[in-house]
């Protein structure tokens, strides 16, 4: 493909993500973040959500497939994921989270886990479009062009 | 359970019942005993009354007749003594005069004799009220008569013939003998045989008696005036003569028989037998009272109380009963409803709840599935071949998600909104631009169908106020959903939104009223609102049937504007528009608190009014209107100098021309610009520009230079620029050049022929006026040149007007206020329907780094965060600011220690003067030790040493919540929002640099 035609797609998949509402602005300040002396920063600070994530959705399907559930091993769990993904700018993970976490005041088990399908949803559907996202400027690197800066105002 | 319940209250009411019941019967007893007592006391007392009426009767009424009688018979035996009397006319002559002086002495005596012994008479009797005198001559032989004769009434001597009368023996042989009595006998006196009491005393001597006769008719007469109270008197001598019978109340039939008194009657009586003495003669008599009439009268009575207690005892119980019943049931009844209505709201609200559920998962589940055809139509987009039909088609679908994105989103809204999760988002925001912004975005779609967008900025009061802290995000909804409304709904006509800013009381805080009109036409195409449908416009779901045709929503939009606008404090209404205007006015206001220095910390009140305007103007090709010097000038001069411009000689400073197409546009353009004292003239058609431009300018104005100097020097603008960089410089007190600013719109007119206008009006222009031009809407290039005209493709308001004002040698432009690169992005901007220049946003982004990047030069800062995304962030973010050092630490009893350490460390070494960090960034919710604690440690720790280390908290909470302040009460400088953000980040540094 065109370099041109995939920057362009770059910037259009970028913008639906937020369009979207699965990224917010936390994601562009992140990316203002990188600059030529730490050009991979995005990339590492997300993968690092993506195994500090899967890590704590594993430990939470655990914690909730107790008999007893113990709310206040899932709060902080909880807290932590929503921390991390609004650092990241996941928006729709991070109210997914919001939502949980008043679950967990309740005590209600049934919405726990309505709750952590909805956040496991939320969750793979930003690391999907995040890896892809990664994929196109790959792509674009790969290919010798600049990935465009992304403008602010969304 | 409530059977039970009616069980147990029947007994009670049974029991009521009797209690009630047999308290009348008593009642009844004891008055009728009552009664039956009284009834025979009051007999009793009647009967013994009677008697001793009637033996009182007895006693007064003669009372001394023995007593006369005795003293009468003495004188005459006393006489009879010493004197001789045989002979009656002895008796006649001596005798007589005393018995005549007894008659007349004695009271009610009715008869008064002497009998000799040997049958001499002579007495006085009184019949028929006149008195006689009855004697005998003779001795009693065969020749014996008596004689009655007429008395003289004073002295008693007889007068008149003597009549013999007829001889009465019954009694007079008994009294010859020589015996005293008394007794009831007939009178001596003749035919009427009255009955008399007489008392006979025989003299002493012998030789005869005195008898007095008293009349029974008298004693008789007393006791018939007596009451007997219903009851019977009978009376009788010891002969069984009846002498009195009183009352016939009884017909009791009353006879002797064998020297016994019998009485017959067939009903019972009581009996009262005595004897009585009057005047010596002993009288029986008999009281008779009917004795069981009365119990029976009495016993009647009772029964019927009785009757009516029983009535009232036993009949109100069972009307009770009927009533308690009735009650009852009906209570039953209402249970039942109750009951079911309670079941059916119930279920209405589960069924309300499990809708909203299910609403709320499936609306996730949406959210998912658009996410993922989104994700697949990008796939197939990278698949696809450029330019070809099903790369349309796939932009056409991605179109779409995004609709039915933002349809669910305003559906997550609502249910926000009604959950009250909404809550406010304070930032600063510049108010003006947003509107500016709002409209921009909206212009183009606008004009497609026709219809313009205009902001009337009113008296300019936005720009006072216009840098505001309040939630942009929920103002800008509000603003685009009323706009993109009436941008739906207008068919014909205009959009107009006017705001401004007002103190909405007394207590610091001003209001900014703003509308968007939003409108429809002149030529009644156009569809308002119908008056019954307002109301329900602002609920849910509800779209006005007769404008929705042919328009797609939800209905949702206006519900959320309202439920947003009263979030912030205001109300939101459709005004009712004059008559013959057409459209809708939506007018609302919200309060948002200023940041401008003079009037910090006020609240400002926003209202915005949204609706049609349709002014009718006279049908005036050119209108040329003005407004000289000021508003004082303005009182002073007179009108006639107004009038006409062209030739006035006040004509001086600047001066903007306005060719406008749109006319609530040229309306509000000319209201502003001249709220800023510049002369404004408007023209209405194209073809009349030529000549207003010629008639203005036809005179120079150079003569009148220094007057008009004077008039401006003398006043300051009242208008305080927008923003601290756009800020309009006051008035420049030195003289200037003329400046006449055209502003024309070229679709007005062919384009040409209104550059030529402009040409020839340049060339025609006298010394030191010089003439700008802004086109608006001009083919690109086609006026670029080097006069510095100015080619607009977005409307001309708000802060773009202000700033295309600043031309103005008035607000010291001499130059042209955009710079070419401005000017670029100013179309570009137009021509990509995108942000227009000047967001600060971009500003920031290419201004602000360059002071930021320093900020923190050199700082060693500790970021204590447990999760490591949220401190890697913070950390780049911070050397991104210029920090040296960041060092990061994962829970707070990790950076009490190390504070602790280095604290202790330093004092062995001698010097505390250099802190351990410059800055701590705290996580407030960590495991083990928060944020809140272990600041509070370190701040213990610290006061051993005298230092304090600026500890910023950094969480996910509002910086207005509860959590915030809680901060600050553990000892924390600042609070930071999570996540973090740059230019935050930079503003609290900053606060905190210059508080150090």
């Known amino acids: ?154 | 359970m409530p059977m039970r319940c009616g069980v147990l209250r029947y007994d009670l009411h049974v029991f009521l019942v009797i209690v009630f019941g047999t308290i009348p019967i008593k009642i009844w007893r004891r008055t009728t005993k009552n009664i039956t007592n009284n009834v025979t006391l009051s007999t009793e007392d009647l009967l013994s009354s009677l008697v001793s009426e009637i033996e009182n009767i007895g006693k007064i009424i003669y009372p001394k007749t023995n007593l006369s009688t005795i003293g009468l018979a003495r004188v005459i035996d006393s006489y009879l003594t010493n004197n001789d009397v045989t002979q009656f006319t002895e008796i006649q002559t001596q005798i007589a005069p005393m018995l005549f002086q007894a008659y007349t002495t004695i009271p009610q005596v009715s008869q008064v004799s002497y009998i000799s012994r040997n049958g001499l008479l002579f007495s006085y009797i009184t019949k028929l009220n006149t008195s006689f005198s009855v004697f005998a001559n003779s001795s009693s032989g065969e020749d014996y008569t008596w004689y009655t004769q007429t008395v003289d009434q004073l002295t008693g001597r007889l007068n008149g013939n003597a009549k013999k009368s007829q001889r009465y023996t019954d009694w007079f042989q008994d009294v010859q003998g020589n015996c005293t009595t008394a007794f009831v006998g007939t009178s001596l006196g003749g035919e009427d045989n009255e009955n008399l009491f007489h008392r006979v005393v025989s003299l002493n001597s012998k030789k005869g008696a005195v008898s007095l006769g008293f009349p029974v008719k008298t004693f008789t007469g007393v006791l018939n005036r007596l009451n007997l109270h219903g009851g019977e008197l009978y009376m009788w001598n010891k002969d069984g003569t009846l002498l009195v019978r009183q009352g016939y109340s009884l017909n009791a039939s009353f006879f002797f028989s064998n020297g016994s008194t019998c009485f017959g009657k067939e009903s019972k009586f009581q009996a009262f037998c005595s004897v009585l003495e009057v005047s010596g003669v002993p009288l029986s008599y008999t009281l008779v009272f009917p004795n069981k009439d009365r119990g029976l009268s009495i016993e009647n009575a009772s029964m019927y109380l009785l009757i009516v207690t029983m009535f009232l005892g036993l009949c109100w119980p069972l009307g009770f009963v009927v009533f308690m019943l009735q009650a009852a049931r009906r209570d039953m009844h209402m249970r039942v409803t109750l009951i079911n209505q309670m079941e059916a709201t119930q279920q209405a609200e589960r069924k309300s709840m499990n809708k909203s559920q299910a609403f709320a998962s499936a609306s996730h589940d949406i959210r998912g599935s658009l996410a993922g055809i989104t994700g697949l139509i990008d796939l197939c987009r990278e698949e696809v071949r450029p330019g070809c039909e099903l790369e349309t088609s796939l932009d056409q679908v991605n179109a779409c998600t995004k609709d039915l994105v933002a349809l669910l989103n305003s559906v997550l809204d609502m249910s926000k909104v009604e959950s009250g999760k909404m809550q406010l988002e304070e930032e600063e925001f510049n108010l003006a631009k947003l509107l500016e912004d709002v409209i921009d975005f909206f212009h183009p779609m606008a004009m497609k169908k026709g219809v313009d967008v205009v902001l009337d900025l009113h008296d300019g009061s936005v720009f006072k106020f216009s840098n505001v802290r309040g939630d942009r995000g929920k103002m800008k909804q509000i603003l685009n959903n009323l706009v993109s409304n009436a941008v739906k709904f207008t068919v014909n006509g205009h959009i107009s939104i006017r705001a401004l800013a007002q103190k909405p009381s007394s207590n610091s805080t001003v209001f900014l009223v703003s509308d968007p009109k939003r409108n429809a036409s002149m030529f009644s195409k156009c569809k308002g609102i119908p008056m019954e449908m307002r109301k329900s416009v602002f609920e849910n779901y509800v779209q006005v049937r007769e404008t929705a045709q042919g328009q797609q929503g939800t209905g949702l939009g206006l519900g959320i504007v309202q439920s947003l606008v009263r979030l912030m404090g205001g109300e939101i209404r459709i005004i009712d528009k004059a008559m013959g205007e057409k459209g809708t006015c939506f007018h609302f206001n919200v309060l948002l608190t200023t940041l401008e220095c003079s009037v910090s910390d006020m609240k400002v009140r926003y209202d915005i009014e949204a609706g049609g305007d349709c002014i009718s103007t006279p049908n005036l090709g050119l209108r040329i209107t003005t407004l000289l010097g000021g508003g004082i000038n303005i009182r002073n001069l007179s009108p006639r100098l107004n009038n006409f411009l062209g030739s006035s000689p006040k004509h001086d400073g600047s001066r903007v021309v306005l060719l406008l197409k749109d006319e609530e546009r040229r309306r509000v353009t000319e209201k502003y610009i001249k709220s800023l004292e510049i002369k404004v003239t408007v023209v209405e058609k194209w073809e009349h520009l030529n000549h207003a431009l010629e008639r203005l300018f036809r005179f120079s104005p150079q003569s009148s230079m220094g007057r008009a100097e004077c008039s401006l020097r003398s006043r300051e603008l009242p208008l305080i620029g927008m923003d601290g960089k756009s800020q309009i410089p006051r008035m420049r007190s030195k003289s200037f050049s003329t400046v006449v600013l055209l502003m024309i719109d070229a679709k007005t007119g062919p384009f040409s022929e209104l550059n030529d206008i402009v040409e020839q009006f340049r060339r025609g222009l006298h010394h030191g006026i010089s003439c700008r031009v802004v086109w608006i809407n001009a083919p690109p290039n086609a006026c670029e040149n080097e006069r510095g005209d100015i080619n607009c493709s977005k409307p001309l308001h708000g802060p773009r007007l202000n700033r295309v004002l600043k031309m103005l040698p008035e607000f010291g432009g001499n130059e042209p206020i955009e710079t070419p690169s401005e000017r670029e992005s100013f179309i570009n901007s137009a021509r990509t329907g995108q942000k227009p220049i000047g967001n600060p946003e971009d500003e920031q982004g290419t201004s602000k780094p360059s002071d930021d990047e320093n900020i923190l030069n050199g700082k060693r800062v500790l970021v204590v965060d447990d999760d490591h995304i949220p401190s890697l962030v913070a950390t780049r973010n911070l050397k991104k600011i210029g920090v040296s050092e960041v060092k990061q630490c994962n829970s707070g009893k990790e950076a009490v220690r190390l504070v602790s350490e280095w604290l202790t460390q330093r004092e062995q070494q001698g010097s505390i003067d250099m802190l351990p960090f410059d800055y701590i960034f705290m996580d407030c919710q960590m495991p083990e030790m928060d944020g809140y604690e272990a600041t509070r440690e370190i701040r213990k720790v610290e006061r051993k040493y005298g230092v304090h280390i600026p500890i910023i908290a950094v969480s996910g909470h509002d910086p207005c919540s509860k959590e915030a302040r809680e901060t600050i009460e553990a000892g924390m400088d600042a609070f930071l929002e999570k996540p973090l953000n740059q230019d935050q980040l930079c503003k609290v540094m900053r606060e905190l640099e210059s508080k150090i």
């Open chain 1, 1 to 154: 493909m065109e370099l041109v035609q995939m920057q362009k797609n770059l910037q259009d998949y970028t913008k639906s993500l937020f369009l979207e509402g699965i990224l917010d602005s936390q994601f562009l300040q992140l990316q203002q973040l990188q600059d030529e002396s730490n050009p991979d920063f995005v990339s590492q600070v997300v993968s690092l959500f993506f195994q500090d994530s899967d890590r704590i959705l594993n430990d939470l399907s655990l914690s909730l497939d107790q008999q007893v559930v113990d709310f206040k091993k899932v709060d902080p769990h909880v807290h932590q994921l929503k921390g991390s993904s609004s650092s990241i700018g996941a928006q729709r993970v991070k109210n997914a989270c919001v939502v949980f976490r008043s679950f967990c005041e309740q005590q209600n088990v049934e919405g726990c886990h309505r709750c952590l399908q909805q956040v496991k949803q939320e969750y793979y559907l930003v690391k999907n479009r995040l890896e892809t996202l990664f994929k196109l400027e790959q792509q674009i690197v790969a290919s010798g062009g600049m990935i465009p800066a992304m403008e602010l105002g969304f």
